[in-house]
T-cell receptor
Framework: NAGVTQTPKFQVLKTGQSMTLQCAQDMNHNSMYWYRQDPGMGLRLIYYSASEGTTDKGEVPNGYNVSRLNKREFSLRLESAAPSQTSVYFC?????????????FGPGTRLTVL | ELKVEQNPLFLSMQEGKNYTIYCNYSTTSDRLYWYRQDPGKSLESLFVLLSNGAVKQEGRLMASLDTKARLSTLHITAAVHDLSATYFCAGPDYGGSQGNLIFGKGTKLSVKP
């Protein structure tokens, strides 16, 4: 099992450029999440997908869009990147629709917007 | 909305010493999660605490949950350098979708020889 995979690992963009961060999980999990991590801020939820076919906003959704392509894949798109979106992005997945199981995290994407 | 506060945010310890990281949360919650993050790496699940009085231990780390006090602790016994990492606690966001987590800001632990 690869668990949760993310591509790319690193990316540098110029202000205004667009890009899509890819995430896939091979654990047959229902729920998937996108977080950003900034120094001293912990993790903040951008968007989540509780199950295939649904997506919802988290704490900091502005400037992002998501697609739950199928049960395995959940992508995050930046339509017009801004320097404030420089961050480390983590994708995570969880088995249940409800319940107490933990989240499993991907390796992260380090994004710099110049 | 649940708020999660950890303290201390930075902790420098000597090897062999004991210490406790505290995680306070603002609203009633029946579960609490602990994660570890090594520098430049992803988050790894350490403990899932599911009820009042729950205690879990792995190696030199022991986590407990007191739902009445809205407090979880992560106790480190006889610290070693390998425990140097950032530790996060997280609680469920009942205001959003079940399964969403609210994270604390993390406690950066540095264990010095």
């Amino acid at each position: 099992n690869a668990g949760v995979t993310q591509t790319p690992k690193f990316q540098v963009l110029k202000t205004g450029q667009s890009m899509t961060l890819q995430c896939a999980q091979d654990m047959n999990h229902n729920s998937m999440y996108w977080y950003r991590q900034d120094p001293g801020m912990g993790l903040r939820l951008i968007y989540y997908s509780a199950s295939e076919g649904t997506t919802d906003k988290g704490e900091v959704p502005n400037g992002y869009n998501v697609s739950r392509l199928n049960k395995r894949e959940f992508s995050l798109r930046l339509e017009s990147a801004a320097p404030s979106q420089t961050s480390v992005y983590f994708c995570a997945s969880r088995a249940g629709l409800a319940g107490a199981d933990t989240q499993y995290f991907g390796p992260g994407t380090r994004l710099t917007v110049l | 909305e649940l708020k999660v506060e950890q303290n201390p945010l930075f902790l420098s310890m000597q090897e062999g010493k004991n210490y406790t990281i505290y995680c306070n949360y603002s609203t009633t919650s029946d579960r609490l999660y602990w994660y570890r993050q090594d520098p430049g790496k992803s988050l790894e699940s350490l403990f899932v605490l599911l009820s009042n009085g729950a205690v879990k231990q792995e190696g030199r780390l022991m986590a407990s949950l007191d739902t009445k006090a809205r407090l979880s602790t992560l106790h480190i016994t006889a610290a070693v350098h390998d425990l140097s990492a950032t530790y996060f606690c997280a609680g469920p966001d009942y205001g959003g979708s079940q399964g969403n987590l609210i994270f604390g800001k993390g406690t950066k632990l540095s264990v010095k020889p």
